[in-house]
């Protein structure tokens, strides 16, 4: 098939939402080892807005459409003779990108990046799943290792991936601890049998000290600065910070985000307990199996109804800019999906 018109939403300079600019774009004819995909639904990120700012390790220049993670329906492919049998022109794909550019009608991937969404998924449930579980996953498994009865803390534990922690971790019987602060939070997190705590009105490392004594096995944290220091004095013996943000100091998150992850090496230096960085893009382009197996599991446990993420609103890809805005004036909790067609 030729070349497709298609719009796209940019980044054209850093900014403000308004910065979110409508532009048509012509996608390239199908190149070998690749599927053009037309997009469904995209999830929006917390890291999306960051970007938008210039305010992230992982920036990409402007122009760019930011957005990790999409649903679709591939048009065309070329395998170059390798057809897997699930792929077929019409088919449900969900994509975690390793750099952003998801806000989009159309986009052209490489193969190994599309997983087939199960028979009968909804597609805007499926665009809440790829980022926010595949860290979950990145940050209990691979770098947490925590297990049955395990005590965790996680730090903003009713956002994006806050909500993927927690109910992965209700699912391996981990016992929880979660800072947040919206409307609401607490009996979200009590349904989840999560303790809650005030981040706003209650300094987490006292409340902890006082529950549990003896310190607990993993801290997530995505906020970085002295969170990381009083985090790590919590851990017991045999314990690991997971640190996965530094988004505690907006516009300052990229010098943030190197000192943070240093102070993350230095921590490790020292013997008793672990710390340990996640950076899922960064995973994601260094383990295709581990990406695909995992996407594969987490979009199975959606289409199950193991995993319901929350959605807090859908809106058409054309009103991204007004989808960031609320989400900074904190008008919308729960995920926030595009809908692009
Ligand atoms: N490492 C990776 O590969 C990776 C992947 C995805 C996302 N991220 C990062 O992870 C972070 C979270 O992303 P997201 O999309 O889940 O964002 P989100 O939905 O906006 O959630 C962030 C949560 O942080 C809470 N929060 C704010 N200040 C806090 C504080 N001082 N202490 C504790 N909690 C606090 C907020 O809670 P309340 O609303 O209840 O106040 C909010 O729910 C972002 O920084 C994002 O860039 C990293």
Redesign the pocket.
């Known amino acids: 098939m030729s070349a497709i018109r298609y719009r796209k939403i940019v980044v054209e300079r850093f900014g403000d939402p308004e910065a979110l600019q409508t532009v048509e774009a012509t996608l390239p004819a199908l190149q070998t080892g690749h599927a053009r995909v037309k997009v469904l639904a995209i999830g929006v ?3 999306d ?2 970007a938008r700012t210039g305010d ?1 390790l992982l920036q990409r220049k402007v122009p760019f459409s930011p957005g ?1 993670e999409l649903v679709g329906e591939v048009v065309d492919f070329d395998t170059a003779g390798q057809n897997p049998a699930w792929l077929k022109d019409g088919v449900r794909v969900a994509v975690a990108l390793t750099k952003m550019a998801a806000y989009t009608e159309f986009i052209s991937l490489p193969l190994w990046q599309l997983v087939p969404l199960p028979e009968g998924l909804d597609p805007h449930l499926a665009a809440a799943v790829p ?2 579980y ?2 979950a996953l ?2 209990l498994d691979t770098h947490g290792r925590v297990g049955q009865g395990d005590a965790v803390l996680i ?10 922690l927690t109910r992965l971790g209700e699912l391996r019987g981990l016992r929880m601890y979660g ?4 409307d609401g ?1 607490e009996e979200r997190l009590a349904r989840q049998g999560v303790t809650f705590i005030n ?2 009105q209650q300094d ?1 490392e006292v409340e902890l000290r006082e529950r549990e004594p003896d310190g607990v096995q993993a801290v997530f944290d ?2 970085g600065g002295t ?1 990381l220091t009083k985090g790590y004095r919590l851990l017991a013996p045999g314990g690991v910070l997971v640190s ?5 100091r907006p516009g300052h ?1 990229v010098a943030d985000t190197v000192r943070g992850a240093l102070r993350v090496q230095l921590m490790n230096l020292r013997p008793g307990r672990r710390a340990a ?7 994601i382009k260094t383990d295709h199996a581990w990406y695909r197996s995992a996407l594969e599991r987490v979009l199975g446990m959606a289409h199950r109804g193991e995993i319901a993420p929350r959605i807090g609103a859908v809106l058409p890809l054309m009103k991204a800019a007004d989808a960031h805005a609320a ?1 900074e004036r ?1 008008e919308i ?1 729960g ?1 926030v999906i595009l809908a692009a067609t």
């Open positions: 990120g917390f890291t807005l960051m992230y990790y980022l926010d595949l860290t990145s940050v730090q903003g534990a009713g956002g994006g991936v806050g909500q993927a800072t947040a602060s919206a939070s981040y706003r987490f995505h906020i969170n996965y943000a530094f988004s505690g998150m960085l996640s950076m899922v893009p960064n995973e989400l904190r909790t995920k």
